[in-house]
């Protein structure tokens, strides 16, 4: 925005001394400053370029969040409430275990407390939290920055794609994993004695 | 035209340009200072530009509290904001846009003008005295201090122009006034506009409301339309000593078809002079007092009797 902050002493060829030079030059800097367009970021009526990976919001995706209270448990100021209940679900098929699983009742954040350290974020073994430049959720009352698992949702379009890789790096991991190709079947080990036509393994009912 | 709608008409327009030209003086300081500092300064106000910004400021004057301090003279203390702003109203009244374009043609007009500008700082001073506060009193000692030392050499740099006119008359003065004046008047000139910067209490000159060290000198006790008063009474001032320098040393109207846009051309150059003024704010940080007094005393005083020796020799050799 502005050139570096250069000493008058320093730029070669700059009045350094005497009365006049210098207010010469204090003229010369506001208008060429009058000449050039204006800094303002006209904010309100103008939406700010933000860089990426901006901190604004942090957004949940409730499909993906398992209740496992690891960010409730890492957040610095114990600003996540969690309730969840266990449901069973029924066997799926006859005579099966009838297993459990956790259901998300309230997922809240005090965006009052949230100090956007993001350790939430990190932590998350299932990526539920994200990071959302939206800022504009300000409150006349400190009590309504609590906000509900809905409110956390809702702010999840706005979350950036992730940034590409860079070129040259590692593919990541469940890439690397689904495109490898699928473990070809196990060849049978040759008979050692007679020509046998290949097939199924044998269970061991060669005694050979 | 019956004589007594004539002296309606006049007096409605000199109200008329003294309600509007502080005013787009003000605008002008507010976007200029904030162009020169990377900023847009007012931009809702009114819509466009925030046009109406010093209106708005005025109503929001007028709706605060009229508060004066319990040990202040009260009477004193009213009456200041009337005396700083009124006598720049009387001097935009004599100063004239072109020859035909004057409310009152008055023959001793350099005279009148400054006699009556320095009377504006009486308000100054009788607000600093009247406060009851030690700011506002040193703030109007300051202010009186100031006014002593810089009436000389504006006097004495207006006078080499009126010597070299031959007359007191501010209409004469730009008539007689020629572009070669503007070289061999410079030294006065330059006097005349440094002494008015100062006369005005503008920055670089504003020791007396220097709110650094005196919170608002003598107008900190102020508040709502009284406050308001004197703001505006600086920025008339701005206007009538734009004026007044236009005319003794810009040669006021003079210009191409001069006869028909006389007006405009003394009030497009009363205009670049305001600017300068607002430049100077920008640009140049506030004095210390006795860097100020130095300045008077040493630099423009003896510029300015040089000026008007020179002056002196030249008429006597010309005329």
Redesign the interface.
């Known amino acids: 925005m502005t050139e570096p902050y250069v000493p008058a002493h320093h730029v070669p060829g700059s009045p350094t001394r005497g009365l006049l030079p210098g ?1 010469v030059k ?2 010369a ?3 060429r ?2 000449a ?1 367009p ?3 970021a ?1 904010y309100p009526d103008v939406q700010p370029h933000l860089p990426p990976r901006s901190r604004g919001v942090i957004a949940l995706l409730e499909e993906n969040c398992t209740s496992c209270m690891l960010c409730a448990r890492e957040c610095p100021d114990w600003c996540i409430y969690i309730d969840s209940h266990k449901e069973t679900i029924p066997a799926s098929t006859e005579g099966g275990r009838e297993r459990q699983r956790n259901v998300l009742d309230r997922f809240a954040i005090d965006f009052s407390l949230c100090m956007y350290c993001g350790i939430c974020i990190e932590v998350c073994p299932f990526d539920a939290l994200h990071w959302s430049p939206e800022f504009e959720y300000a409150e006349l009352d400190i009590r309504d920055l609590l906000h509900e698992k809905e409110r956390l949702g809702q702010w999840m379009p706005t979350v950036p794609v992730p940034p590409a890789l860079d070129p040259g790096a590692a593919e990541p991991a469940e890439i690397a994993a689904a495109s490898r190709p699928a473990r070809p079947a196990r060849t049978p080990r040759p008979a050692p004695t007679t020509a046998r036509p290949a097939g199924p393994r044998p269970a061991s009912a060669d005694p050979a | 035209m019956s004589p007594a709608l004539e002296v309606v008409l006049r007096t409605v327009g000199v109200l008329a340009a003294f309600l509007v030209l502080p005013l787009v003086v003000g605008q002008a300081e507010h976007k200029v200072m904030a162009h020169m500092q990377g900023r847009l300064g007012p931009m809702y106000a009114g819509g466009f530009h925030g046009w109406a910004q010093l209106v708005a400021d005025g109503v929001k004057f007028l709706q605060k509290e009229d508060i004066t301090p319990a040990a202040a003279d009260r009477a004193v203390f009213k009456l200041a904001p009337a005396v700083a702003l009124v006598p720049y109203l009387v001097a935009l009244a004599v100063i004239p846009l072109s020859p035909g374009v004057v409310a009152a043609d008055v023959d001793a007009g350099v005279l009148f003008v400054l006699a009556v500008s320095a009377v504006g700082i009486l308000g100054t001073l009788m607000a600093g005295w009247a406060s009851a506060s030690k700011y506002a009193l040193l703030g109007g000692l300051r202010a009186a201090a100031q006014l002593l030392s810089y009436e000389l050499p504006i006097v004495l740099a207006a006078a080499s122009v009126a010597l070299a006119a031959g007359s007191v008359s501010l209409t004469a003065i730009a008539g007689a006034w020629q572009p070669s004046w503007l070289l061999w008047q410079l030294p006065g000139a330059l006097c005349f506009l440094v002494a008015a910067v100062a006369e005005l209490q503008r920055p670089p000159f504003d020791m007396p409301v220097a709110d650094a060290e005196i919170v608002f000198g003598p107008y900190t006790e102020y508040t709502g339309l009284r406050f308001a008063f004197f703001l505006l009474s600086e920025y008339a001032g701005i206007v009538v000593m734009s004026l007044l320098f236009t005319v003794l040393f810009l040669g006021g109207w003079q210009g191409p078809f001069s006869d028909v846009l006389g007006p405009l051309w003394t009030l497009l150059k009363a205009a670049a002079v305001a600017v300068v003024i607002i430049w100077l704010r920008v640009a140049w940080p506030r004095l210390r007092e006795d860097q100020l007094q130095r300045l008077a005393w040493l630099y423009l005083v003896p510029l300015a009797l040089a000026q008007l020796a020179l002056t002196g020799v030249w008429v006597v050799f010309t005329a």
């Open positions: 207010l204090g003229l800097t506001t208008a400053t009058l050039r204006s800094h303002t006209e």
